[in-house]
RNA sequence: GGGCGCGUAGUUCAGUCGGCUAGAACGCACGCUUCACACGCGUGAGGUCACUGGUUCGAGUCCAGUCGCGCCCACCA
C-alpha cells in the first residue's frame, strides 16, 4: 500500500498491462472458448431438463468468396443475441454452416478454370469438373470459417454444417420425394429465363437488368379471313395455311370501311389491308401466333372474327381481344393525362393498339396465350438461334432465317419486311421504327441478355394453399395487411411469425400473393442431383414391379415417365432402373430448395445420425432468423413453406427421436422461427451496396487488425438502428508506412465506383494494390507493390471505448485490494455515489434487456456506453477516489458493478471482457444486497446481472442530479474566469447548499477542485447562482475583473430572460393550461419560477458590481 | 410501373407515446501531460430538423403535397 497520503493506489500495482492490444488476447481467448465446450448445446438439456432453448440458425455464407463488413454486421447482431441468450440462462445452440450457391459457385470457378488453365467446363468430366469445384468450397469455407471465428462469432462449431453435405443431402432428397409423391413437384414446360450462352435456366433473381438502347420496329401484317374451317381454326388457333385444307381470302380496305373500321376509307377500297404491331424483337415474329388488341379499342369491334397472314411464314393467326394490351395515345394526350396527374403506361406512345403475341418468346405473351388457349411455336435452339427443330413445322417461306443468330436474324426480317409489300400494289410491310430505351434482363453469368425460352424444367407447386397458404397463415395477423388478416386460425405456426423492423412483414405477404410455381431445376453440374429416372412408361412400370411405394414413386406424362427414387443408397433400384433404359435427370436443383430445408437438415432431419439425436425437436422451431432484406422471398418464405410442410403438426411435441416423423400434408406444421429480424445494407461511403464481386467488399479481418474485433463489433452494433442502409466508408492502408489514404476511384465495367487496382501512398509515395484489383483477379500483389488493407476512422470510437475500459478496469483492480466487507453489504447504508451508481445500473440492466428483446441494437449499445462511459467513469470513479481506498463498503460496489457492466457489455465486445473478467475474478468481492452476479470461470458463460428494482432509487438519482450540476456550474465559472485547473478554489454558498455539500461527504470538494469554505463570499469572488440562490467562489489566483464580471453575467442574464419569455408565452397561450397534462403545466411553471429567481438573483448581483 | 427507406451540427448518425431549451460520436476552438486512461480530462462554438401547406395549446415527430438521394420487386409492345 502506497503512502497514507495518496487517495488511491500506484498504477504499477496493476495485474493488468499497461494497454490493451487486441492481437495479444483475441487467439486466446478463443482458444479457450473452443476447448471448454462453451457454444456446445446440448438437446437433452431441453429435452430432458426443460431449459428454455434458444436457436439461431445461421444464413449459410455463400463458398463464392470471403466475407465483407455486410457479413459481419449480419453475424454480430446473431453473435449479440447468442452471447446475451446463453448468459441469462438459455440452452443456445447457433447452427453454423455453409451454402454451395450453385450456380455462383459455378461460376466463379468457371471463370477461374478459364483465366488461369484456359478450359472449359466441358473439358472435363462432371466428376472430374464437380471434384474442381470441390476443391474451390474447401478452400473458402476454411476461409469463411476463420473468419466468422475471428470476429468472435459463438456457434456450435462442432455442428457445422454445408448445403451439399451427407447429413444435408438426405433432407434434400426426402424433401424431395414426399414432394413429388405429393404432386407438388411436377415436370412442366415452361418459359424460363434461358442463358442461351451457358445453355441454362436462370433464377429470376440471376437476372440483371441493363438498360439499353433499342428501337420499336413497326411491322405490317395482312388481314384475311378465314373462309373454310373456321371452326377448327377457332379451336386450334394460329393454324398453318396449308393445314386442313383452310381457306381464306384477303381482306380489303373497302371490307373494312363496310365494317366501320375507323379510317379505312383513307386507303384504296380494293387494296389488301394489314394491322400494324410494334415490337422490340422483330425476330420473333415467326413463332406468333396471335394478334391481341384492347376489347375498348375502337377498332376491335370492325375485326372481330379477323385474321392475319404472317409474312414469308404464312401462318393464319386470330386478331384476339385482350385487356392486357395498351391502347395508343398520342403525345397530346399522354400531355393531358400527366397534367390530371394520371399515370400513363411509357409503352402507350409507342403502342399501336396491335399487339404481336409470340407464347413461346415472351412471359406476357405466354400467360396471353395460356387465356386464349393459343399454340406455343418455339422458333429458337437452345443457343437462341433460329431453328425448325424445336417445335417449328410450318417454315413456309421463312427457311432463309433458319440457322441465323437471334442478332443476325433480326437484321434479316427488317431487310425482309422492308423488301416486301402487303400485297401486289400495297406498301411494304415494314412501316418505321423508333429510338427506344428499355431495360433487358442479362445473365449474372455470361451477360448475355436473356431469352424467355420453352423448356423441360422441375416445378415445385408453391403455389398450392399447402405450401403459399401455410406460409401466409404463419405470419402474425398484426402484421397482416389483406382482408383475410383475422382469420388465421390456430395450431402449428400459425400467427407465429413476426417481422422485426414490422414494415418487411408487407414484403413478405406481397410476395406471396403474387406468387408464381417455382422452377426448381438448373442445367448446372454443381448441387444436388435431381433424384428422378425417366424413361418409357412400360419399361418404368416394369421395372417398379413389387418396389413399395415408400421406396419409388411414378409419375407418367403422356409418353414419359418419372421415377423418384427416395433413397441413394437404393442401389439395386437404381440398377433396375438403368436396366430398363431409364436415364437420370442431368440437372441439379435450385440452390434454394437445400437452403430452404436448413432449419431442418442442420438439426438431422429425417434421420439423425448419434450424435444429432434430439436436435430437431429442441430446436426447431428456432427463436429469430437474422438475414438481409433481398432474400426474404428467396429464402425467408421458403423455409416457411417447406417446415411447415414437412415437419408434422405435433411437433415438437412428437415424442420420437428418431426418421419418423409423418409429414403432416397440410401445411400445419411448426414456423421454423418465430421472428424476422432483417438488418441494414452495408454500403460503401458511395452509397453502393458492399459486396465482394463489385470489388468494394471490405474484409473484416482488416479491421480486426487495425482496430481489434471488438472495436469492429461495437460499431457494426451502433449502427443498427433499424435504418435500411448503413454506410461505411473505408480508406486504404499503406503496407509501408501505415497512413491511411483515401484511394483513386474509378468506374468497373459494371458502372460501380471502386479503388483503382493500383495506389500509391500519398506520403511515402510507394505503391500498393487495392482489394478491387486483387478480387478481380487483374492485378496481383507483389513484393513492391504488397496489398494494401482497407481501413476506416469509423472504428476508432470502438477502439477508443475499449482501450477506457481496460484502463477503467486497472484503476478498479488498484483499489479493489484490501479488506473485504465482513457480510453482505446492503445499498440503504451506501454513500450517495455508491447508491445512485446502483440505481444506474438497475435502471440500464432493464432498459438493455427491452432493447434486446425488441432488436434494438443500437440503443443496447448506447445504453451500456452511457452506463459506463458517462456515469461511471465521469463521475462514479471519480466521485469515489476520496474515499475507496478506506473504505470496503464502497469496494465492494466498486467491484460489483464493474463486474456487471463487463457482463453487460459481453454480448458486444467479447474478447476485452473475457480478459477483464479473469483478472477482476481474482479479486475477492463482498456480496451486495440485491445484486446478484456468481461467480463464473468465463464471463461467455457467467450469469447475465439481475439486480433488484429496489436498488433503483428515484431519490438517489435526484440528489446525484443536484449534485452533478452544482458541480459543473463550478467548473463553468473555473472555465471562464480561467482558473489554473489544479488550483484549489473556495466555495462559498448559502445555509442550505453548504448543508447538501457537507452531507455529500467531499464529493463535490473532488470533482470540483473547490472547498466549501464558512462564511460569506469576500469581496471580488466570482458569483453564480446555483437554484436560484447565492453563491460564489472566490481564492481564484487573480484578482476578479469586474468588467469581464459584468460581461459574464450579462450574457447568462439574456440568456434567461430568453428562456422566461419562452415559457411566459407558452403559459400566456390560453390553450396550453387548458388542454396540455397538468404535470407539464406545473413544470412549465416551476420552471419559470426558478429561472425568475436565478434572473433576480443575477439582477441583484450586477447593480452590486455597479454599472 | 409497384413497394420501401432516407434528407437533423463540418461528417456519420440518434431522436420510441407529439411536450425539445433538438442529442451523441468524430472533427473544430480554448485550457490541461492531474498518481486509470492524450485512444484521455475539462470548457466551448457549431442546427431555418430538405421545402410548402395543414392538424394541434404545442410539430424534427402526425397528415397532404413538392424537391433530392437510395434500395427492393416487377418489366424486353
Same mark, same amino acid.
Given at each position: 500500500?502506497?503512502?497514507?497520503?495518496?487517495?488511491?493506489?500506484?498504477?504499477?500495482?496493476?495485474?493488468?498491462?499497461?494497454?490493451?492490444?487486441?492481437?495479444?488476447?483475441?487467439?486466446?481467448?478463443?482458444?479457450?472458448?473452443?476447448?471448454?465446450?462453451?457454444?456446445?448445446?446440448?438437446?437433452?438439456?431441453?429435452?430432458?431438463?426443460?431449459?428454455?432453448p434458444?436457436?439461431?440458425?445461421?444464413?449459410?455464407?455463400?463458398?463464392?468468396?470471403?466475407?465483407?463488413?455486410?457479413?459481419?454486421?449480419?453475424?454480430?447482431?446473431?453473435?449479440?443475441?447468442?452471447?446475451? #441468450?446463453?448468459?441469462?440462462?438459455?440452452?443456445?445452440?447457433?447452427?453454423?454452416?455453409?451454402?454451395?450457391?450453385?450456380?455462383?459457385?459455378?461460376?466463379?470457378?468457371?471463370?477461374r478454370?478459364?483465366?488461369?488453365?484456359?478450359?472449359?467446363?466441358?473439358?472435363?468430366?462432371?466428376?472430374?469438373?464437380?471434384?474442381?469445384?470441390?476443391?474451390?468450397?474447401?478452400e473458402?469455407?476454411?476461409?469463411?470459417?476463420?473468419?466468422?471465428?475471428?470476429i468472435?462469432?459463438?456457434?456450435?462449431?462442432?455442428?457445422?454444417?454445408?448445403?451439399?453435405?451427407?447429413?444435408?443431402?438426405?433432407?434434400v432428397?426426402?424433401?424431395?420425394?414426399?414432394?413429388?409423391?405429393?404432386?407438388?413437384?411436377?415436370?412442366?414446360?415452361?418459359?424460363?429465363?434461358?442463358?442461351?450462352?451457358?445453355?441454362?435456366?436462370?433464377?429470376?433473381?440471376?437476372?440483371?437488368?441493363?438498360?439499353?438502347?433499342?428501337?420499336?420496329?413497326?411491322?405490317?401484317y395482312?388481314?384475311?379471313?378465314?373462309?373454310?374451317?373456321?371452326?377448327?381454326?377457332?379451336?386450334?388457333?394460329?393454324?398453318?395455311?396449308?393445314?386442313?385444307?383452310?381457306?381464306?381470302?384477303?381482306?380489303?380496305?373497302?371490307?373494312?370501311?363496310?365494317?366501320?373500321?375507323?379510317?379505312?376509307?383513307?386507303h384504296?377500297?380494293?387494296?389488301?389491308a394489314?394491322?400494324?404491331?410494334?415490337?422490340t424483337?422483330?425476330e420473333?415474329? $415467326?413463332?406468333?401466333?396471335?394478334?391481341?388488341?384492347? !376489347?375498348?379499342?375502337?377498332?376491335?369491334?370492325?375485326?372481330?372474327?379477323?385474321?392475319?397472314?404472317?409474312?414469308?411464314?404464312?401462318?393464319?393467326?386470330?386478331?384476339?381481344?385482350?385487356?392486357?394490351?395498351?391502347?395508343?395515345?398520342?403525345?397530346?394526350?399522354?400531355?393531358?393525362?400527366?397534367?390530371?396527374?394520371?399515370?400513363?403506361?411509357?409503352?402507350?406512345?409507342?403502342?399501336?393498339?396491335?399487339?404481336?403475341v409470340?407464347?413461346?418468346?415472351?412471359?406476357?405473351?405466354?400467360?396471353?396465350?395460356?387465356?386464349?388457349?393459343?399454340?406455343?411455336?418455339?422458333?429458337?435452339?437452345? @443457343?437462341?438461334?433460329?431453328?425448325?427443330?424445336?417445335?417449328?413445322?410450318?417454315?413456309?417461306?421463312?427457311?432463309?432465317?433458319?440457322?441465323?443468330?437471334?442478332?443476325?436474324?433480326?437484321?434479316?426480317?427488317?431487310?425482309?419486311?422492308?423488301?416486301?409489300?402487303?400485297?401486289?400494289?400495297?406498301?411494304?410491310?415494314?412501316?418505321?421504327?423508333?429510338?427506344?430505351?428499355?431495360?433487358?434482363?442479362?445473365?449474372?453469368?455470361?451477360?448475355?441478355?436473356?431469352?424467355?425460352?420453352?423448356?423441360?424444367?422441375?416445378?415445385?407447386?408453391?403455389?398450392?394453399?399447402?405450401? &403459399?397458404?401455410?406460409?401466409?397463415?404463419?405470419? @402474425?395477423?398484426?402484421?397482416?395487411?389483406?382482408?383475410?388478416?383475422?382469420?388465421?386460425?390456430?395450431?402449428?405456426?400459425?400467427?407465429?411469425?413476426?417481422?422485426? !423492423?414490422?414494415?418487411?412483414?408487407?414484403?413478405?405477404?406481397?410476395?406471396?400473393?403474387?406468387?408464381?410455381?417455382?422452377?426448381?431445376?438448373?442445367?448446372?453440374?454443381w448441387?444436388?442431383?435431381?433424384?428422378?429416372?425417366?424413361?418409357?412408361?412400360?419399361?418404368?412400370?416394369?421395372?417398379?414391379?413389387?418396389?413399395?411405394?415408400?421406396?419409388?414413386?411414378?409419375?407418367?406424362?403422356?409418353?414419359?415417365?418419372?421415377?423418384?427414387?427416395?433413397?441413394?443408397?437404393?442401389?439395386?433400384?437404381?440398377?433396375?432402373?438403368?436396366?430398363?433404359?431409364?436415364?437420370?435427370?442431368p440437372?441439379?436443383?435450385?440452390?434454394?430448395?437445400?437452403?430452404?430445408?436448413w432449419p431442418?437438415?442442420?438439426?438431422?432431419?429425417?434421420?439423425?445420425?448419434?450424435?444429432m439425436?434430439?436436435? $430437431?425437436?429442441?430446436?426447431?422451431?428456432?427463436?429469430?432468423?437474422?438475414?438481409?432484406?433481398?432474400?426474404?422471398?428467396?429464402?425467408?418464405?421458403?423455409?416457411?413453406m417447406?417446415?411447415?410442410?414437412?415437419?408434422?403438426?405435433? #411437433?415438437?411435441?412428437?415424442?420420437?427421436?428418431?426418421?419418423?416423423?409423418?409429414?403432416?400434408?397440410k401445411?400445419?406444421?411448426?414456423?421454423?422461427?418465430?421472428?424476422?429480424?432483417?438488418?441494414?445494407?452495408?454500403?460503401?461511403g458511395?452509397?453502393?451496396?458492399?459486396?465482394?464481386?463489385?470489388?468494394?467488399?471490405?474484409?473484416?479481418?482488416?479491421?480486426?487488425?487495425?482496430?481489434?474485433?471488438?472495436?469492429?463489433?461495437?460499431?457494426?452494433?451502433?449502427?443498427?438502428?433499424?435504418?435500411?442502409d448503413?454506410?461505411?466508408?473505408?480508406?486504404?492502408?499503406?503496407?509501408?508506412?501505415?497512413?491511411?489514404?483515401?484511394?483513386?476511384?474509378?468506374?468497373?465495367?459494371?458502372?460501380?465506383?471502386?479503388?483503382?487496382?493500383?495506389?500509391?501512398?500519398?506520403?511515402?509515395?510507394?505503391?500498393?494494390?487495392?482489394?478491387?484489383?486483387v478480387?478481380?483477379?487483374?492485378?496481383?500483389?507483389?513484393?513492391?507493390?504488397?496489398?494494401?488493407?482497407?481501413?476506416?476512422?469509423?472504428?476508432?470510437?470502438?477502439?477508443?471505448?475499449?482501450?477506457?475500459?481496460?484502463?477503467?478496469?486497472?484503476?478498479?483492480?488498484?483499489?479493489?485490494?484490501?479488506?473485504?466487507?465482513?457480510?453482505?453489504?446492503?445499498?440503504?447504508?451506501?454513500s450517495?455515489?455508491?447508491?445512485?451508481?446502483?440505481?444506474?445500473?438497475?435502471?440500464?440492466?432493464?432498459?438493455?434487456?427491452?432493447?434486446?428483446?425488441?432488436?434494438?441494437?443500437?440503443?443496447y449499445?448506447?445504453?451500456?456506453?452511457?452506463?459506463?462511459?458517462?456515469?461511471?467513469?465521469?463521475?462514479?470513479?471519480?466521485?469515489?477516489?476520496?474515499?475507496?481506498?478506506?473504505?470496503?463498503?464502497?469496494?465492494?460496489?466498486?467491484?460489483?458493478?464493474?463486474?456487471?457492466?463487463?457482463?453487460?457489455?459481453?454480448?458486444?465486445?467479447?474478447?476485452?471482457?473475457?480478459?477483464?473478467?479473469?483478472?477482476?475474478?481474482?479479486?475477492?468481492?463482498?456480496?451486495?444486497e440485491?445484486? $446478484?452476479?456468481?461467480?463464473?470461470?468465463?464471463?461467455?458463460?457467467?450469469a447475465?446481472?439481475?439486480?433488484?428494482?429496489?436498488?433503483?432509487?428515484?431519490?438517489?438519482?435526484?440528489?446525484?442530479?443536484?449534485?452533478?450540476?452544482?458541480?459543473?456550474?463550478?467548473?463553468?465559472?473555473?472555465?471562464?474566469?480561467?482558473?489554473?485547473?489544479?488550483?484549489?478554489?473556495?466555495?462559498?454558498?448559502?445555509?442550505?447548499?453548504?448543508?447538501?455539500?457537507?452531507?455529500?461527504?467531499?464529493v463535490?470538494?473532488?470533482?470540483?477542485?473547490?472547498?466549501?469554505? !464558512?462564511?460569506?463570499?469576500?469581496?471580488?469572488?466570482a458569483?453564480?447562482?446555483?437554484?436560484?440562490?447565492?453563491?460564489?467562489?472566490?481564492?481564484?489566483?487573480?484578482?476578479?475583473?469586474?468588467?469581464?464580471?459584468?460581461?459574464?453575467?450579462?450574457?447568462?442574464?439574456?440568456?434567461?430572460?430568453?428562456?422566461?419569455?419562452?415559457?411566459?408565452?407558452?403559459?400566456?397561450?390560453?390553450?396550453y393550461?387548458?388542454?396540455?397534462?397538468?404535470?407539464?403545466?406545473?413544470?412549465?411553471?416551476?420552471?419559470?419560477?426558478?429561472?425568475?429567481?436565478? &434572473?433576480?438573483?443575477?439582477?441583484?448581483?450586477?447593480?452590486?458590481?455597479?454599472?
Amino acid at each position: 500500500m502506497s503512502g497514507a497520503n495518496s487517495p488511491t493506489a500506484r498504477p504499477d500495482s496493476s495485474p493488468l498491462p499497461a494497454k490493451y492490444k487486441p492481437s495479444e488476447h483475441e487467439a486466446s481467448v478463443r482458444a479457450r472458448w473452443e476447448s471448454s465446450g462453451a457454444f456446445h448445446a446440448d438437446p437433452l438439456r431441453v429435452l430432458r431438463d426443460g431449459r428454455a432453448p434458444y436457436s439461431i440458425f445461421i444464413p449459410p455464407p455463400n463458398v463464392t468468396a470471403r466475407l465483407h463488413l455486410g457479413h459481419a454486421l449480419n453475424n454480430t447482431l446473431q453473435d449479440v443475441l447468442a452471447r446475451a #441468450h446463453r448468459m441469462k440462462g438459455f440452452e443456445v445452440l447457433w447452427m453454423p454452416g455453409t451454402d454451395h450457391a450453385g450456380i455462383a459457385t459455378q461460376t466463379v470457378v468457371e471463370q477461374r478454370l478459364l483465366k488461369e488453365e484456359g478450359k472449359r467446363r466441358t473439358d472435363f468430366a462432371r466428376e472430374e469438373f464437380v471434384a474442381r469445384v470441390q476443391a474451390w468450397k474447401d478452400e473458402y469455407e476454411a476461409v469463411i470459417t476463420d473468419q466468422l471465428k475471428a470476429i468472435g462469432c459463438s456457434c456450435d462449431w462442432r455442428r457445422q454444417r454445408f448445403t451439399m453435405d451427407n447429413v444435408c443431402a438426405g433432407a434434400v432428397r426426402e424433401a424431395f420425394f414426399r414432394l413429388f409423391r405429393d404432386g407438388l413437384i411436377y415436370r412442366g414446360k415452361r418459359l424460363v429465363n434461358w442463358d442461351p450462352a451457358t445453355q441454362t435456366a436462370l433464377a429470376d433473381d440471376e437476372v440483371e437488368m441493363e438498360e439499353v438502347d433499342g428501337f420499336f420496329y413497326y411491322l405490317r401484317y395482312p388481314l384475311v379471313q378465314v373462309t373454310d374451317g373456321i371452326d377448327r381454326h377457332n379451336q386450334k388457333k394460329a393454324l398453318p395455311a396449308t393445314l386442313a385444307g383452310l381457306k381464306y381470302a384477303p381482306v380489303t380496305w373497302g371490307e373494312l370501311a363496310a365494317r366501320g373500321y375507323p379510317g379505312a376509307e383513307s386507303h384504296p377500297d380494293d387494296e389488301q389491308a394489314w394491322v400494324t404491331v410494334a415490337t422490340t424483337r422483330p425476330e420473333t415474329y $415467326l413463332g406468333d401466333t396471335a394478334v391481341a388488341l384492347h !376489347p375498348r379499342d375502337p377498332r376491335a369491334a370492325s375485326l372481330r372474327h379477323l385474321s392475319c397472314q404472317l409474312p414469308l411464314v404464312g401462318r393464319i393467326i386470330p386478331l384476339i381481344e385482350d385487356e392486357y394490351v395498351v391502347m395508343p395515345v398520342t403525345k397530346e394526350q399522354a400531355e393531358d393525362a400527366e397534367k390530371r396527374g394520371e399515370a400513363v403506361d411509357p409503352k402507350a406512345r409507342f403502342a399501336t393498339g396491335f399487339l404481336k403475341v409470340t407464347p413461346a418468346h415472351d412471359p406476357n405473351d405466354y400467360e396471353i396465350g395460356r387465356r386464349h388457349d393459343l399454340k406455343i411455336i418455339n422458333v429458337m435452339a437452345p @443457343d437462341a438461334s433460329i431453328s425448325d427443330k424445336h417445335g417449328w413445322t410450318d417454315v413456309g417461306d421463312a427457311h432463309l432465317f433458319v440457322g441465323l443468330s437471334r442478332e443476325e436474324a433480326r437484321k434479316k426480317v427488317i431487310a425482309e419486311f422492308k423488301a416486301r409489300h402487303v400485297a401486289d400494289s400495297n406498301g411494304p410491310l415494314f412501316e418505321k421504327q423508333v429510338e427506344y430505351r428499355h431495360s433487358v434482363g442479362h445473365s449474372y453469368r455470361s451477360h448475355v441478355p436473356i431469352e424467355p425460352y420453352l423448356s423441360d424444367q422441375w416445378y415445385c407447386r408453391v403455389t398450392d394453399d399447402r405450401l &403459399r397458404g401455410a406460409a401466409l397463415r404463419a405470419m @402474425d395477423p398484426a402484421q397482416r395487411s389483406s382482408a383475410d388478416a383475422g382469420r388465421a386460425t390456430k395450431g402449428g405456426g400459425d400467427g407465429a411469425l413476426s417481422f422485426f !423492423p414490422e414494415r418487411f412483414a408487407r414484403t413478405f405477404e406481397t410476395w406471396h400473393e403474387n406468387l408464381r410455381d417455382w422452377c426448381i431445376s438448373r442445367q448446372l453440374w454443381w448441387g444436388h442431383r435431381i433424384p428422378v429416372w425417366s424413361g418409357s412408361p412400360e419399361s418404368a412400370r416394369r421395372a417398379l414391379e413389387g418396389v413399395d411405394s415408400d421406396r419409388a414413386v411414378l409419375h407418367e406424362n403422356g409418353e414419359a415417365a418419372f421415377v423418384c427414387v427416395r433413397s441413394e443408397g437404393d442401389a439395386a433400384l437404381i440398377r433396375a432402373l438403368e436396366a430398363a433404359q431409364l436415364r437420370r435427370d442431368p440437372d441439379v436443383l435450385d440452390t434454394w430448395f437445400s437452403s430452404a430445408l436448413w432449419p431442418m437438415s442442420t438439426l438431422g432431419w429425417p434421420a439423425p445420425p448419434p450424435e444429432m439425436k434430439g436436435l $430437431l425437436e429442441a430446436f426447431n422451431p428456432s427463436a429469430v432468423l437474422a438475414t438481409a432484406r433481398e432474400i426474404i422471398t428467396l429464402w425467408v418464405s421458403r423455409m416457411t413453406m417447406f417446415n411447415r410442410y414437412l415437419l408434422p403438426e405435433g #411437433h415438437p411435441a412428437t415424442k420420437s427421436g428418431d426418421a419418423s416423423y409423418g409429414s403432416s400434408g397440410k401445411g400445419g406444421g411448426p414456423v421454423p422461427f418465430r421472428h424476422v429480424y432483417i438488418n441494414a445494407v452495408v454500403q460503401d461511403g458511395h452509397g453502393q451496396r458492399m459486396s465482394k464481386s463489385l470489388g468494394n467488399g471490405v474484409d473484416p479481418l482488416d479491421i480486426v487488425h487495425s482496430h481489434g474485433t471488438d472495436a469492429l463489433r461495437l460499431v457494426l452494433v451502433q449502427t443498427a438502428t433499424g435504418t435500411q442502409d448503413v454506410r461505411m466508408p473505408v480508406d486504404l492502408v499503406c503496407p509501408h508506412c501505415g497512413e491511411g489514404f483515401e484511394p483513386a476511384w474509378i468506374t468497373s465495367p459494371a458502372g460501380y465506383k471502386v479503388a483503382a487496382p493500383r495506389q500509391s501512398c500519398p506520403r511515402c509515395a510507394k505503391p500498393s494494390v487495392s482489394a478491387y484489383g486483387v478480387s478481380s483477379g487483374s492485378v496481383k500483389p507483389t513484393d513492391d507493390a504488397p496489398q494494401a488493407r482497407n481501413g476506416s476512422t469509423r472504428f476508432d470510437a470502438g477502439r477508443n471505448f475499449c482501450t477506457k475500459l481496460w484502463n477503467a478496469t486497472r484503476f478498479a483492480l488498484m483499489n479493489l485490494e484490501g479488506e473485504a466487507a465482513p457480510g453482505a453489504v446492503r445499498a440503504a447504508k451506501l454513500s450517495l455515489p455508491d447508491r445512485w451508481m446502483l440505481s444506474r445500473l438497475t435502471r440500464t440492466i432493464r432498459e438493455i434487456d427491452g432493447a434486446i428483446a425488441q432488436y434494438q441494437f443500437a440503443q443496447y449499445a448506447e445504453l451500456v456506453y452511457d452506463l459506463f462511459w458517462r456515469d461511471f467513469c465521469d463521475w462514479y470513479l471519480e466521485a469515489i477516489k476520496p474515499t475507496v481506498r478506506s473504505s470496503p463498503e464502497q469496494r465492494a460496489v466498486l467491484g460489483a458493478v464493474l463486474e456487471s457492466i463487463v457482463r453487460l457489455l459481453h454480448p458486444i465486445a467479447p474478447y476485452v471482457t473475457e480478459v477483464l473478467h479473469g483478472a477482476l475474478r481474482r479479486v475477492p468481492r463482498a456480496p451486495l444486497e440485491g445484486l $446478484l452476479i456468481p461467480e463464473s470461470e468465463q464471463v461467455c458463460v457467467a450469469a447475465w446481472p439481475a439486480a433488484d428494482p429496489s436498488l433503483e432509487s428515484a431519490d438517489a438519482e435526484r440528489s446525484f442530479a443536484r449534485l452533478q450540476a452544482l458541480v459543473e456550474q463550478i467548473r463553468q465559472v473555473r472555465s471562464a474566469k480561467g482558473v489554473e485547473p489544479r488550483r484549489r478554489v473556495k466555495l462559498h454558498a448559502g445555509p442550505s447548499l453548504a448543508d447538501d455539500v457537507r452531507g455529500w461527504a467531499g464529493v463535490v470538494e473532488a470533482l470540483s477542485g473547490a472547498d466549501l469554505a !464558512p462564511g460569506p463570499a469576500p469581496a471580488g469572488a466570482a458569483p453564480f447562482v446555483f437554484e436560484g440562490a447565492d453563491a460564489a467562489l472566490s481564492d481564484l489566483a487573480d484578482a476578479v475583473d469586474p468588467s469581464a464580471e459584468r460581461q459574464r453575467l450579462s450574457e447568462s442574464l439574456s440568456k434567461l430572460e430568453k428562456d422566461i419569455a419562452a415559457l411566459e408565452t407558452r403559459l400566456g397561450n390560453p390553450g396550453y393550461a387548458d388542454r396540455a397534462p397538468p404535470h407539464l403545466v406545473q413544470q412549465t411553471r416551476d420552471q419559470l419560477s426558478q429561472k425568475i429567481a436565478e &434572473r433576480d438573483a443575477l439582477k441583484l448581483r450586477l447593480s452590486q458590481l455597479g454599472a
